[in-house]
Antibody, heavy 121, light 107 residues
């Protein structure tokens, strides 16, 4: 059974850093691109970042470029999101998601339960 | 960035209704659109990928259609368990962009 379990969230002051982890199991982690998607309280979904299966390519939404870093450790089947210079507008639930490629179609087929990050003084 | 405009924002529906919701892309995204369902307090779940392909295990009352800039998700014979917010997502261009969602509520 595929499982994605996020951890590392909580309350953090503006300007500080936080690192999220996503432990994957039930599939061959290094075969899949992975992503982070966030959702501010009572708001919609926003894509944050994607990393290729081998970590060689990364992509970010403009609002987090230069502040957030997506990475992975394939030996540990774990995805990370290092968040620096946090702002109040980064407050959200962060989901990790597996990105499946199927015949030139792409989709997020598995999602974690989400981890809440609150940026406040 | 590609803006995905969903309509309506919310719908009041009854069990058994046929429900149609729309997603309009600000530029041509081909058929590179997925639909996700998110129930209250839960993670999103994939319903439709590639505009019209039903994901494994998704009931056949869910149908996706469209290409280019206009996409539709239809739920025939609405069930109580379908109450949720539905999001479209385009992955043709970076950044990936979601629509703002359509919320289904009981009439």
């Amino acid at each position: 059974e595929v499982q994605l379990v996020e951890s590392g969230g909580g309350l953090v002051q503006p300007g500080r850093s936080m690192k999220l982890s996503c432990a994957a199991s039930g599939f061959t982690f290094n075969n899949y691109d992975m992503a982070w998607v966030c959702q501010a309280p009572k708001k919609g979904l926003e894509w944050v970042a994607t990393i290729s299966y081998d970590g060689s390519s990364t992509y970010y939404r403009d609002s987090v470029k230069g502040r957030f870093t997506i990475s992975r450790d394939n030996a540990k089947s774990t995805l990370y999101l290092q968040m620096d210079s946090l702002r109040s507008e980064d407050t959200a639930t962060y989901y990790c998601a597996r990105l499946e490629d199927y015949g030139y179609k792409r989709y997020f087929d598995y999602w974690g339960q989400g981890v809440m990050v609150t940026v406040s003084s | 960035n590609t803006v995905m405009t969903q309509s309506p924002t919310s719908m009041f529906i009854s069990v058994g209704d046929r429900v149609t919701m729309n997603c309009k892309a600000s530029q041509n995204v081909g058929t590179n659109v997925d639909w996700y369902q998110q129930k209250t307090g839960q993670s999103p779940k994939l319903l439709i990928y590639g505009a019209s392909n039903r994901y494994t295990g998704v009931p056949d009352r869910f149908t996706g259609s469209g290409s280019g800039t206009d996409f539709t998700l239809t739920i025939s014979n609405m069930q109580a368990e379908d109450l949720a917010v539905y999001y479209c997502l385009q992955y043709n261009y970076n950044p990936l962009t979601f629509g703002s969602g359509t919320k289904l509520e009981i009439k």
